[in-house]
């Protein structure tokens, strides 16, 4: 049986929710760490049950890739070979917990030659034995299994980095190195959406969702993948290269979508 591997999350003004799924990875048998980049720290994680919680952080907010090229290291350094990482607003269930463990017992072979493995939920939830792989190029880091050993190759996750576009930096270091990284779909009760915060429209009788982000994160995210577009072609990495410029594309579009459902909703009045 392939040994739990550590179960990690960065934070920045949790709430109880985020320490309860902390809660059913402990129980599920992880051992959890945690880099807090609440200013003056959590008084949740403080106060809160966090026995087997591993609890890091400096007191200021660090940005998320310089706390995961800190996190991933400690991890590292206290002996495991692989650790998951889930965002604050990922939302998962002890099913989730279960099935991952299992997959892992499944794909122990499998995670001698791999760097990063994203999980994500299907239309039809699927058993372990049955989950779909496919090859990855822009996988995000939440939902997440990193192999330690491949990160530390690679320099781990680059701290320069503050928000955006971490991930997809490090799956275009880990494929020009010859990692692979691979999708794995339909694990159980993973749910990246519910806790985003959206805006929705009702129009012709359906409902629309979109979010607006505010123009620094939205330039800072097509700058990111515009440079990493350019360096994957440099280096003849023409997939990930089109893939970038494609979600530079889709983003502007989906932009564009939100504004126009956030104007339609004042127009109606639909505050």
């Not at 590292?76 to 997959?103: C, I, P």
């Not at 629309?208 to 505010?214: D, E, G, N, W």
């Not at 990495?237 to 530079?248: A, S």
Request: hydrophobic content about 45%; aromatic content about 12%; proline content about 3%.
């Amino acid at each position: 049986m392939f040994l739990a591997p550590a179960i990690s999350f960065v934070t920045y003004y949790p709430d109880r929710g985020v320490l309860y799924r902390m809660g059913i990875a402990r129980n599920a048998g992880f051992t959890v760490y945690v880099f807090d980049n609440t200013p003056g720290g959590s008084e949740i994680l403080r106060n809160g049950e966090t026995e087997k919680i591993i609890l890091m952080g400096t007191g200021e907010n660090l940005g998320l890739g310089a706390a995961l090229h800190l996190m991933m290291q400690a991890v590292a350094e206290n002996g495991f070979s692989h650790v998951f990482y889930f965002d604050q607003d990922t939302v998962f269930t002890k099913d989730t917990m279960q099935w991952l463990r299992a997959w892992l017992d499944l794909n122990e072979s499998r995670l001698d030659t791999g760097a990063i493995w994203n999980f994500t939920d299907a239309s039809v939830p699927l058993s372990p034995a049955e989950a779909i792989l496919l090859p990855g190029y822009l996988l995000v880091s939440s939902g997440s299994l990193f192999s330690l050993k491949a990160l530390k190759q690679l320099g781990w996750h680059n701290p320069k980095f503050f928000l955006e576009c971490i991930d997809y930096e490090l799956c275009s270091r880990a494929l020009c190195a010859g990692f692979s990284i691979a999708k794995v779909e339909g694990c159980v009760g993973i749910d990246h959406l519910s806790l985003q915060p959206r805006e929705s429209l009702k129009l012709l009788g359906r409902e629309f969702h979109y979010r607006i982000y505010s123009l620094a994160r939205t330039g800072g995210f097509l700058k990111g993948l515009f440079t990493l577009a350019l360096g994957s072609f440099y280096r003849r990495q023409w997939i990930f290269g089109i893939k970038c410029m494609r979600n530079i594309l889709t983003h502007l579009v989906m932009q564009i979508r939100a504004l126009i459902f956030h104007l339609l909703r004042i127009i109606l009045g639909r505050q």
